[in-house]
């Protein structure tokens, strides 16, 4: 069963410059259409801020924005994002996220200060032009390091510096999937457990569906192989949950619409 409906029209999980995405909710759903889909969800990090001016730009169009949001959490050391769909309230998320931000935003200081230390310096300043307003991420924080010229892309910043363990590298204020879980359900919504492929244990897996109220689980994803979907749709029907798939767009790099889901499945 699918937690909305799902065939080769639906994109599920995409990002705005309201997080780190590289494109405008506007010219997000410009590009859904312009791809021929017909529902999206706008799934940004730890922010709904995105959300209205995707409404806003489809509507007349007969494209579906579907309100929602991917929490980034922690669990035995991993890190572990959860997806949150259909989100009715989202005054009371954006006031808990809002919370959250101005933790981000002390991380990223620190951050920054680690990066100095190092002799590379980076300013807050240079953060916020790519960050745009939206919630800062390490994804931000590693465009500047390339634009400063301390690095040739974004791969190496997080590989060298930013990855858990590196040199730069500070913990974010820690979130359970259990704290997710409970946000989204009182706005309303849905929560899924997200590429379950990227926390790299599916023994871990099992055991935070097992742990957890999760409504849902994304089986198709761009990094899940077909062997990867056909485990997480089993694992899903055996625990009841809804199944859900998307692109985790971000930049051209991605593909918008395409995650390996054919609407022959399931």
Request: aromatic letters at 8%; proline letters at 5%; one cysteine or more.
């Amino acid at each position: 069963m699918f937690l909305f409906k799902m065939d080769d029209k639906t994109d599920l999980h995409i990002h705005t410059t309201a997080s780190d995405g590289v494109y405008p909710p506007a010219e997000v759903v410009r590009m859904a259409l312009s791809r021929g889909l017909i529902r999206i969800a706008i799934t940004d990090h730890d922010t709904v801020e995105g959300i209205a001016e995707a409404r806003a730009a489809a509507e007349g169009t007969g494209l579906e924005v579907i309100p929602g949001v991917e929490l980034g959490t922690k669990y035995k050391g991993k890190s572990v994002d959860v997806l949150g769909y259909d989100l009715r309230d989202t005054q009371s998320l954006a006031k808990k996220l809002a919370e959250l931000r101005n933790l981000r935003e002390n991380r990223a200081q620190l951050i920054l200060e680690k990066f100095a230390a190092l002799g590379m310096p980076v300013t807050m300043e240079d953060v916020l032009r790519f960050s745009q307003g939206g919630a800062i991420g390490r994804p931000h924080i590693a465009r500047a390091v390339v634009e400063k010229g301390y690095a040739p892309d974004v791969q190496t910043v997080f590989d060298l510096y930013l990855a858990d363990g590196m040199p730069c590298d500070v913990p974010k204020a820690e979130v359970t999937p259990g704290d997710a879980i409970e946000w989204i359900h009182k706005a309303g919504g849905k929560a899924v457990l997200a590429h379950p492929k990227l926390i790299g244990d599916d023994g871990l897996v099992a055991e935070l569906l097992d742990a957890f109220p999760f409504d849902g689980l994304e089986v198709w994803h761009r990094k899940h192989a077909p062997e990867d979907a056909a485990f997480y749709r089993n694992l899903a029907r055996e625990r009841g949950l809804w199944m859900t798939g998307g692109s985790d767009f971000h930049d051209d790099t991605h593909r918008m619409g395409e995650f390996g889901f054919r609407a022959t499945e399931g």
